[in-house]
């Protein structure tokens, strides 16, 4: 499974920004998608999920703020960010899990989101 990410950028704190994710190859009818973020010096951590049936799962940090999304037909997922924070940015992940809300197996490269105070 190959994933290609597109989104991100420079933006001011409240402000919104929209992340996509394409993933193509060998995709099962379940999976689970979603997207992880990685600052400088921390840890990378989940931002939201979403499994093809529609369930979700939200980091607290961003619950109320953040909307994740699919099309399971073209097996897209998208992240729309509002009221972003100095504290959103980091290095955003496409991910890919064979699951339901199993371990990731496939990574996308990475985007760059920078929220400025």
């Known amino acids: 499974v190959q994933l290609q990410a597109s989104g991100g950028g420079l933006v001011q704190a409240g402000g919104s920004l929209k992340l996509s994710c394409t993933a193509s190859?060998?995709?099962?009818?379940?999976?689970?998608m979603g997207w992880y973020r990685q600052a400088p010096g921390k840890q990378r951590e989940l931002v939201a999920r979403?499994?093809?049936?529609?369930?979700?799962a939200y980091a607290d940090s961003v619950k109320g703020r953040f909307t994740i999304s699919r099309d399971s037909a073209k097996n897209t997922v998208s992240l729309q960010m509002n009221s972003l924070k100095p504290e959103d940015t980091a290095v955003y992940y496409c991910?890919?899990?064979?699951?339901?809300?199993?371990?990731?197996?496939?990574w996308g490269q990475g985007t760059l989101v920078t929220v400025s105070s």
């Open positions: 190859g060998t995709i099962r009818t379940v999976n689970t």
């Open positions: 991910s890919f899990a064979r699951g339901i809300f199993t371990v990731t197996n496939y």
């Open positions: 979403v499994t093809t049936g529609g369930n979700t």
